[in-house]
């Protein structure tokens, strides 16, 4: 079993599985890890890869994989087919599709096989993996809700406001690029086509335009509600909610309101099993 990513085994394995199954399509997850294979895959086996994918599916005139991609910036979606060229591989960011429906009766067929590597031939050695122990555990992707903020908030003390609600709520916190660009969080909270994708029950967006860049991040939240001044700001376009109001007072009277609710369901639920710790 391969153990410990390196690029040049994890390659030799797939691209042989490949050359040996013949697979018509093959894809990979846009991780770290995926995103370094699926390059050095594609260029082993001389194919087309279509990186960063939000949908895929079949055309049904070709055949072929039809796989899509923001492309110029964001501001447009291409869609991609390899015709000449097998397999057609694509990779797609974590999170960017909806989990579908179990359907029963289906099933898939795992195969087993024996890749005829020995760790002597492997040229590149793991010797330790040392996790980075300064590093903000960010998991934005995973988050069922996500409380972001944007230029609107002015400053990185009133960005402060978004981690609060995030508290009460045990949310993420997510921001837009020109945040990060600001210094006001990590560039691991940054949302959208250079950042992370999420798919969030409920995604809060305070003083955040709803450019496409950022869009593309996140309007597969459940729900979104929008904090902005502007009636006009993009993000209603698209938002389940809108607030049209000053960030900075919304903020922290969300935080206030939602924090006394769920302090009185918490004091109710303490009544009704008073036993209980
Ligand atoms: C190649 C490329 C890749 C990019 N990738 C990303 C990406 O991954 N993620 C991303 O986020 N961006 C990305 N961008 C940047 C993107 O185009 C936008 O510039 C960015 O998302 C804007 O951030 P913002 O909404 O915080 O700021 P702004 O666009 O400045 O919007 C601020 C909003 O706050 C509102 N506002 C102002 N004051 C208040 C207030 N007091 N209360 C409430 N609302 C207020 C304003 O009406 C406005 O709508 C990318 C751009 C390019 C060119």
Same mark, same amino acid.
């Given at each position: 079993?391969?153990?410990?990513?390196?690029?040049?085994?994890?390659? &030799?394995?797939?691209?042989?599985?490949?050359? /040996?199954?013949?697979?018509?399509?093959?894809?990979?997850?846009?991780?770290?890890?995926?995103?370094?294979?699926?390059?050095?895959? %594609?260029?082993?086996?001389?194919?087309?890869?279509?990186?960063?994918?939000?949908?895929?599916?079949?055309? =049904?005139?070709?055949? %072929?994989?039809?796989?899509?991609?923001?492309?110029?910036?964001?501001?447009?979606?291409?869609?991609?087919?390899?015709?000449?060229?097998?397999?057609?591989? @694509?990779?797609?960011?974590?999170?960017?599709?909806?989990?579908?429906?179990? $359907?029963?009766?289906?099933?898939?067929?795992?195969?087993?096989?024996?890749?005829?590597?020995?760790?002597?031939? #492997?040229?590149?050695?793991?010797?330790?993996?040392? =996790?980075?122990?300064?590093?903000?555990?960010?998991?934005?992707?995973?988050?069922?809700?996500? #409380?972001?903020?944007?230029?609107?908030?002015?400053?990185?003390?009133?960005? &402060?406001?978004?981690?609060?609600?995030?508290?009460?709520?045990?949310?993420?916190?997510?921001?837009?690029?020109?945040?990060?660009? %600001?210094?006001?969080?990590?560039?691991?909270?940054?949302?959208?086509?250079?950042? &992370?994708?999420?798919? =969030? /029950?409920?995604?809060?967006?305070?003083?955040?335009?709803? @450019?496409? $860049?950022?869009?593309?991040?996140?309007?597969? %939240?459940?729900?979104?509600?929008?904090?902005?001044?502007? =009636?006009?700001?993009? #993000?209603?376009?698209?938002?389940?909610?809108? #607030?049209?109001?000053?960030?900075?007072?919304?903020?922290?009277?969300?935080?206030?309101?939602?924090?006394?609710?769920?302090?009185?369901?918490?004091?109710?639920?303490?009544?009704?099993?008073?036993? $209980?710790?």
């Amino acid at each position: 079993m391969l153990k410990g990513y390196r690029n040049e085994p994890f390659t &030799k394995a797939l691209t042989d599985l490949v050359n /040996k199954y013949q697979p018509e399509i093959v894809l990979l997850g846009a991780t770290t890890m995926g995103r370094d294979l699926a390059g050095t895959v %594609a260029t082993t086996l001389q194919t087309g890869l279509t990186a960063d994918c939000t949908e895929l599916r079949i055309d =049904p005139a070709t055949r %072929a994989l039809a796989a899509t991609r923001p492309t110029f910036g964001g501001s447009l979606l291409c869609t991609i087919m390899t015709l000449a060229y097998r397999p057609q591989m @694509a990779s797609v960011r974590p999170r960017v599709m909806a989990m579908p429906a179990l $359907q029963p009766g289906k099933s898939g067929e795992i195969v087993e096989d024996t890749l005829g590597m020995v760790e002597t031939d #492997i040229v590149t050695k793991l010797l330790d993996f040392i =996790p980075d122990a300064n590093r903000n555990t960010v998991n934005l992707a995973y988050a069922d809700i996500v #409380i972001a903020g944007g230029k609107g908030l002015k400053n990185a003390e009133n960005f &402060k406001l978004v981690w609060e609600l995030a508290r009460v709520l045990g949310a993420e916190v997510g921001a837009t690029r020109a945040v990060v660009q %600001a210094g006001w969080t990590e560039a691991e909270r940054r949302v959208g086509q250079t950042g &992370k994708t999420v798919r =969030p /029950k409920l995604y809060i967006a305070a003083g955040i335009s709803g @450019a496409i $860049q950022h869009r593309v991040g996140m309007e597969a %939240a459940d729900c979104i509600v929008a904090i902005n001044n502007d =009636p006009n700001a993009p #993000i209603f376009d698209f938002a389940h909610y809108g #607030i049209v109001g000053n960030a900075m007072q919304v903020l922290p009277e969300l935080t206030a309101a939602l924090r006394s609710h769920l302090d009185k369901r918490i004091r109710k639920a303490a009544r009704a099993s008073p036993g $209980q710790r």
